[in-house]
């Protein structure tokens, strides 16, 4: 959670910002307004399997109707059985799958296959919810196309050529962009946590290659924190062992629930795996991006799926979540949903350590777990912190117990990013990981 001030403490930070918005009204109306256009959008949910089960990946795509016929619009793969999930603007949709047997993201005449018209056209009213469907693709038996179809090349070209399709068209999976890039500038996290739609549409979500993919170096995944963008990893980036790593950036709206966040980092790591087929990815996590990472790691450990993560590490994470932003979503006039997440006692942190039943939820146990915090003594009345985070959240037990290391430095919040001694360990850990 990156502020201007980071010896600022976020309670008093979220509640004087909120003071002097509640006189103008301007940015908490724009709130309200992206929340409601967010809202406005169909989801269209469900399961597909292929009977009897194979290897190879599983492609769900969405088809929408319209009057100069129908098209298609979007894609989903799975590399095993499991959840798809669409976001797509109101209209008349279907659903197929087919078995992608070489892992191609190509429909080649003779792979099994269940077409839109066997599932049927379905209208959606906006806000309107289709869920609870399941797509069973036949190994034998099933429909047919005469013609190959690559869905690689569905692309949105514009906002406006997007608005009558899904969300998922617009993430960015490998563009080639470095942290100093004009599209990383700060004023533009900014946007996110307040404008979390118009940064979707505008911005370029999605993972960003610092360079050319090489198969031979290990990712390393940068994700930001609150209001953040790779920019904040400038000097990390430039700090890693070139010869055997190479720089991806996670880049996403911070206004966004953070479960859809860590769902739509999972959904972007399977397509470019699929595409490019690295094996794993180091995973490093500034404050509230760890806990988007939790959550990612959680789904695709439920999912049961190959591991996608080789190396889990978070600088400055809210573990305990923060008071301050919970008092932010409770008295301002539309809550970013984002600060809901951060309530010490609500749903989504509880979920990332226990399941609905009070079972504890752990990371998997084969992923080395390294828990980097700040501290500045007397930079909060009463207790230690890096200047936005208590440590008490910072050091949470059940984070504790499952980190392989735990490592605290005199730095701020920011400053962790950006302290030398700090780099140092880090780059090490990847290092000694990779």
């Given at each position: 959670m990156s502020w201007s001030n980071p010896r600022r403490p976020i309670f008093r930070a979220i509640l004087a910002l909120a003071?002097?918005?509640?006189?103008?009204?301007?940015?908490?109306?724009?709130?309200?307004?992206?929340?409601?256009?967010?809202?406005a959008f169909a989801r269209i949910q469900g399961e597909v399997r292929l009977e009897p089960p194979g290897p190879g990946t599983l492609v769900v795509f969405l088809v929408q109707s319209g009057p100069a016929g129908s098209q298609l619009v979007d894609h989903f793969a799975l590399d095993e059985p499991g959840r798809f999930d669409f976001?797509?603007?109101?209209?008349?949709?279907?659903?197929?799958?087919?078995?992608?047997?070489?892992?191609?993201?190509?429909?080649?005449?003779?792979?099994?296959?269940l077409t839109a018209r066997s599932f049927g056209w379905r209208e959606l009213a906006a806000g309107g919810r289709l869920t609870g469907i399941s797509l069973v693709v036949p190994r034998q038996g099933g429909d047919r196309l005469d013609a190959a179809v690559d869905l690689t090349a569905v692309q949105a070209q514009t906002p406006s050529a997007h608005l009558g399709a899904s969300l998922g068209r617009l993430t960015v999976e490998g563009a080639i962009a470095s942290p100093d890039d004009a599209r990383f500038d700060l004023a533009i996290g900014n946007k996110g946590m307040w404008r979390p739609l118009d940064f979707v549409f505008d911005?370029?979500?999605?993972?960003?290659f610092q360079g050319p993919y090489d198969p031979k170096r290990l990712p390393v995944?940068?994700?930001?924190?609150?209001?953040?963008?790779?920019?904040?990893?400038?000097?990390?980036?430039?700090?890693?062992?070139a010869t055997r790593q190479q720089a991806w950036f996670f880049f996403y709206p911070s206004g966004a629930a953070l479960?859809?966040?860590?769902?739509?980092?999972?959904?972007?790591?399977?397509?470019?795996?699929?595409?490019?087929?690295?094996?794993?990815?180091?995973?490093?996590?500034?404050?509230?991006?760890?806990?988007?990472?939790?959550?990612?790691?959680?789904?695709?450990?439920?999912?049961?799926?190959?591991?996608?993560?080789r190396l889990f590490i978070t600088i400055g994470?809210?573990?305990?979540?923060?008071?301050?932003?919970?008092?932010?979503?409770?008295?301002a006039p539309a809550a970013v949903r984002s600060w809901i997440d951060l309530d010490p006692s609500g749903a989504f942190l509880r979920g990332l350590f226990y399941t609905g039943d009070g079972d504890r939820?752990?990371?998997?146990?084969?992923?080395?777990?390294?828990?980097?915090?700040?501290?500045?003594?007397?930079?909060?009345?009463?207790?230690?912190?890096?200047?936005?985070?208590?440590?008490g959240s910072s050091l949470r037990l059940e984070a504790q117990e499952e980190a392989v290391s735990v490592r605290g430095f005199d730095a701020d919040h920011v400053g962790l990013l950006h302290d030398p001694t700090v780099v140092r360990h880090v780059t090490s850990l990847i290092t000694k990981g990779g």
């Open positions: 003071g002097v918005l509640l006189v103008a009204g301007c940015v908490f109306r724009q709130v309200r307004e992206q929340q409601e256009r967010i809202a976001v797509a603007a109101p209209g008349t949709y279907a659903v197929g799958a087919f078995h992608d047997a070489n892992r191609n993201l190509v429909y080649e005449p003779g792979e099994p296959l911005d370029g979500p999605g993972i960003y995944l940068f994700v930001h924190g609150m209001q953040g963008t790779p920019r904040n990893f400038s000097t990390l980036a430039k700090s890693i062992d479960e859809r966040i860590g769902d739509h980092l999972l959904e972007t790591m399977r397509s470019l795996r699929l595409r490019l087929g690295f094996q794993d990815v180091a995973l490093v996590c500034h404050s509230m991006g760890g806990l988007v990472c939790r959550s990612f790691m959680l789904a695709r450990q439920r999912s049961g799926g190959e591991r996608l993560v994470t809210p573990y305990g979540g923060n008071a301050g932003a919970a008092e932010g979503a409770k008295h939820q752990r990371l998997p146990r084969e992923i080395p777990f390294h828990l980097v915090f700040g501290y500045l003594r007397g930079s909060m009345p009463g207790q230690s912190s890096d200047g936005v985070i208590p440590l």
